[in-house]
Structures are given as C-alpha cells and as structure tokens.
C-alpha cells in the first residue's frame, strides 16, 4: 500500500481537554494505536511509525498532561487516561484495532478493557509491563516469587516527593537512565528527558501513585482477543516469573522475551532494538 502524507490533530475528551495524535498510513488499512508509557511522548513510537505506515494506518498520541496534549489540572489517574483513549477510538472512528501499549500504557488499555465495550479491539500487545507494580508485605512466599514488582508498599509516594521536591529533573533523569542500556547515544537520552519533562512534575507525581496503586491480576482472565507479551530480562529487576503468569492467564497470548545481554534489551527495547521488535511485532500481526 502507498503511504499518504502524515495527519495530525486533536480530539476532544469530555472534560473539554484537547488531545494531540497523529495518523500515517493508508485510510482503510487495519489500525495500530500506540500508547506511550508514563512521562513519555508519542515521538517515542517514531522507529515504529516508519517501519509499519506502508501497510497500516498508524495513530499515536500523547496521554493528559504529555507532550503535546492539554495539561489540566485534574484528571491524572489511569481510568481518566482510559477514557481519554475511549474518546479518541471513537472520534477517530477506529475499529479492528491492535492497541499497543509500553509500561503504564498498557495499564491504560488494561483499564479501558474493564470499562468500555470491546467491539473496536482486535489485538493488544503488553511492551514490559507486570500486572501488579507494589509488591504486599501479606504475600505468601510463593506470590513473592510470582510477582515481581517495581515498588516497595509506600514507595510510590516517596518517588512522589522525590519528583516535586527541589531535585526533580534530576529524579526524572537518573528513573530514565536506568531503562536505558548504557549503549543508548546520550543524544537520544537527553532527548527521551526533554519529551519527559513536558509532563509537569505535579502531574507525573499524581500519575505514578495513581498507577502504582493498581492490581491488574483479577482481570487477566477476561482478556479474549489475541495478546503479544514483550518483555526485557535486561534490567535490574527480571519480571520474567510475572510475566510468565500473565501469559498463562491470558488464552490466545504469546510471550516474547528479549533476554539479558541481548543487544538493546531495555525497558526501551522497542526504541534500542526496533529491528527486532518490529520485526516480531510484524509477525503478530500476520498471525492472528
């Protein structure tokens, strides 16, 4: 398919904040949204963008408060997230779409999926997400070792703090260091940085312990369309064992895993290594 030249825009949510996507791709071919994670802007999906608009119609965009979007006051809560991405799949039309979500966007498709009607949804990919972030101190041994989790019970709000006290870009730049591997060009972390900070301290600070709070696992279950798993063993906590649990949860997944050492197996993957990702994302899509 030829491609057609880039669209861009806003659409609207119900709070009256404006949203800014864009569209490349042919009309009429099958639709792929992109959800950035937490402080990070569309721009991030740019290496997927190019490689899949010949024969998809690719539309990003940038959650409340991101990049180029409105940024209200309120609203920093993953299920706000879920209906602003219920108001662009409707006022874009989109149907039989394939929504791709990195790290907490995939909390909001998870969150979407609880709460709006599925008939627009074709496919999900989950990029390096677990389905619980804060591990429970009541825990058996066994979910301990199950359950890999990001954040201690009440760290989220110290990583709060951290991010509105004096120091926070700083905070913001050592979180973003640490998903990188240490191949990554320093141009392209000052730039993630950049695209991160567009998100008002506030409001990242808001966001994380509303997104850190969840517990995905109960709705693992009900998901019944065709689900890809991307994960990273190359950071310094290996969800592998969640990870796992999720794909045994799900019925039609499949789990692909970019293991320790491998080139480009960060958080980031999709953006160090988009030849493979792309390249296994493409063979999802061909297959289900």
């Known amino acids: 398919m030829a491609t057609t030249t880039p669209l861009s825009g806003h659409v609207t949510a119900s709070d009256g904040t404006k949203l800014r996507y864009t569209q490349e791709g042919p009309p009429g ?20 963008v190019d490689y899949f608009k010949a024969n998809f119609r690719v539309t990003t965009y940038d959650h409340r408060g991101h990049g180029e979007s ?35 966007g995939a909390t909001v498709v998870w969150s979407h999926w609880e709460l709006y009607a599925h008939d627009r949804i074709a496919r999900m990919v989950v990029v390096d997400m677990v389905p619980v972030v804060t591990s429970n101190p009541g825990w058996s041994e066994e979910e301990k070792a199950t359950f890999v989790t990001l954040v201690a019970p009440g760290g989220s709000h110290g990583i709060a703090n951290a991010l ?7 905070t913001v730049g050592g979180m973003i260091k640490n998903l990188f591997t240490p191949d990554v060009d320093q141009a392209d972390m000052d730039w993630v940085l950049s695209e ?7 409001h990242a600070a808001a966001l994380f312990i509303d997104h850190a709070a969840a517990d995905w696992r109960p709705m693992m279950s009900t998901i019944n369309v065709p689900t890809l798993l991307v994960l990273s063993r190359g ?8 990870v796992q649990w999720m794909a045994s949860q799900i019925p039609e997944s499949k789990l ?6 491998e080139k480009g197996s960060s958080h980031f993957m999709f953006w160090e290594s988009p030849e493979r990702f792309n390249r296994e994302l493409g063979k999802f899509l061909a297959s289900s």
């Open 196 to 202: 991160n900070l567009k998100l008002p301290l506030e």
């Open 235 to 242: 950071e310094a906590l290996d969800p592998f064992p969640s």
């Open 164 to 170: 509105t006290g004096l120091g926070g870009e700083a």
């Open 256 to 261: 692909v895993v970019f293991e320790k050492g």
């Open 29 to 48: 071919a099958p639709d792929l949204v992109f959800l950035p994670g937490w402080a990070q802007s569309a721009t991030i999906f740019r290496k997927q």
């Open 70 to 104: 409105d940024k209200p006051a309120f609203g920093y809560h993953i299920a706000r997230l879920a209906a602003d991405l219920e108001t662009l799949l409707s006022q874009l039309d989109l149907h039989e779409v394939t929504l791709i979500g990195h790290s907490m």
